[in-house]
């Protein structure tokens, strides 16, 4: 029988050791998760002509479009394992559901979906919590203020995840025993170090995880494992991969790699005002203090001499991954777009429903060279070498497609993500599924039609990208 284990999971294969260098960078900042959680930010009072926007509705009463069954999995911690800690240094732990082939996992790092309140709709009935990351002490300290986020004090006992985890007869990994990792290392699971005080042990986290799984799960040689996550687990997946095939093949385990909405691309924001300035900024702060080089693999290193820090960010490292993977990554990613593009959710729901909206002309340029962006990076994937993997894109404003109803839903060239990732996996196609729809009322094609406005700045006015 065929043995699978989804691993949504990310850590370093580096051996577990000593502290990096401490970086400490005082800067202003805006604290913000990477699911878009900066708070409910509604439109302007008035408008240029001094005409408020037109109403739409905050949470509207999307309908549903797909399954969206939940799983339930019971909590599982991980005590034995000394550097499998959170930030505040209690134990690391991950959920777990049995499946009915003992030999087909699941194994996915936890992200947290955006409440129906910030976006679109949450199409789960559940908010899973976990994403982004600190990179400096003030930042780091900030995160200790949420629990949720650095601690396991209060985790529950048992969760629900859906989506590539839905028992449904018509998810083609149903059968499959389901791993769903915390997230409370603040550091894309990448960090191996002690800082300002905390722990960031993402790697030695997962590390823990696969050695638990094997040590007392029954994961054992023959096993396939789908290893990755979404958002911030999917660009700690994307850093480690290569290291974990190699290890699990040691094992006689096949690893391949899950990346959904990890992709962050190196793109000038309209202004600088995020949390430590642009998104790579942000990946040289956590380079410089978290110890993640022994990571970076030599030709990525060698590649990029002085700037080694780009072997953690996802647009230098994708050309550099040997093992097969499975990447998604919307046009308009709605993590990138809000953050890059100086929006917020509201603004992201507006420009979906084609509605005006304050300050929208630069907005939805800022958008529209977004896409542009993310289009010529993603047209460069998979490599020549990289024979085996796939590439999923939608015009969608979407971030993390695999754990809800999207992994049903949304279609591009006819197909769904969840039959592209079967096709990919049990068939070993390799789909390069790029959506040809330009500008941002494409984003509007991924909401229902009763629900979008029918005219509006996106619609209506040719922008020059």
Avoid at 170 to 183: D, G, I, K, L, W
Avoid at 265 to 276: A, E, R, S, Y
């Amino acid at each position: 029988m065929r043995t699978l284990l989804i691993l949504a999971t990310v850590l370093a294969l580096s051996p577990l050791g000593a502290d990096a260098s401490r970086h400490r960078h005082h800067r202003h900042v805006l604290q913000s998760d990477e699911s878009g959680e900066t708070g409910d930010v509604g439109p302007g009072a008035s408008t240029s002509a001094g005409q408020g926007p037109p109403p739409f509705p905050q949470t509207p009463p999307y309908p549903t479009l797909a399954p969206v069954s939940a799983t339930e999995l019971k909590l599982r911690m991980l005590k034995d394992y000394p550097q499998a800690l959170c930030n505040d240094g209690t134990h690391g732990g991950y959920y777990w559901s049995q499946g009915t082939d003992p030999n087909l996992w699941v194994v996915y790092l936890q992200v947290r979906r955006r409440p129906a309140s910030a976006r679109r709709t949450s199409h789960t009935p559940f908010h899973l919590q976990g994403g982004y990351w600190c990179i400096d002490r003030l930042t780091c300290h900030g995160r200790m203020s949420d629990v949720d986020q650095a601690s396991s004090k209060f985790w529950q006992p048992s969760t629900l995840a859906s989506g590539i985890f839905s028992r449904e007869a018509n998810n083609s990994f149903s059968e499959a025993n389901m791993v769903y990792v915390r997230y409370c290392s603040s550091d894309a699971w990448m960090g191996n170090v002690v800082a300002w005080d905390e722990y960031f042990y993402g790697a030695p986290t997962v590390y823990a995880v696969f050695e638990d799984l094997m040590a007392n799960m029954g994961l054992a040689s023959g096993a396939q494992v789908l290893f990755g996550g979404c958002s911030a687990g999917a660009r700690g997946a994307l850093v480690h991969l290569d290291n974990i095939a190699s290890w699990m093949s040691t094992y006689g385990i096949e690893v391949r790699g899950l990346l959904d909405s990890g992709l962050w691309i190196d793109f000038v924001p309209l202004t600088n005002g995020g949390m430590g300035g642009t998104l790579v900024n942000q990946a040289e702060y956590v380079y410089g203090f978290a110890n993640v080089s022994s990571v970076i693999p030599e030709d990525c290193a060698q590649a990029y001499q002085g700037e080694e820090w780009k072997c953690i960010f996802p647009q230098y490292r994708m050309p550099f991954v040997k093992t097969s993977y499975f990447v998604s990554a919307s046009s308009f990613d709605d993590f990138q777009t809000n953050y890059d593009c100086d929006a917020s959710p509201i603004q992201d729901t507006q420009i979906m429903q084609n509605a005006p909206f304050i300050n929208s002309r630069k907005t939805i340029i800022c958008f529209n060279n977004f896409q542009t962006a993310m289009n010529q990076v993603l047209v460069t994937l998979p490599t020549m070498a990289q024979t085996t993997s796939a590439v999923f894109s939608s015009a969608c404003s979407l971030h993390c497609t695999s754990t809800g109803a999207d992994y049903w839903s949304i279609t591009v060239n006819g197909q769904t993500f969840s039959a592209l990732m079967a096709a990919w996996w049990f068939g070993h196609d390799t789909p390069r599924t790029i959506s040809t729809c330009q500008g941002t009322p494409c984003m509007a094609e991924c909401i229902p039609e009763e629900q979008r406005f029918p005219q509006g700045f996106g619609a209506t006015e040719n922008i020059a990208r």
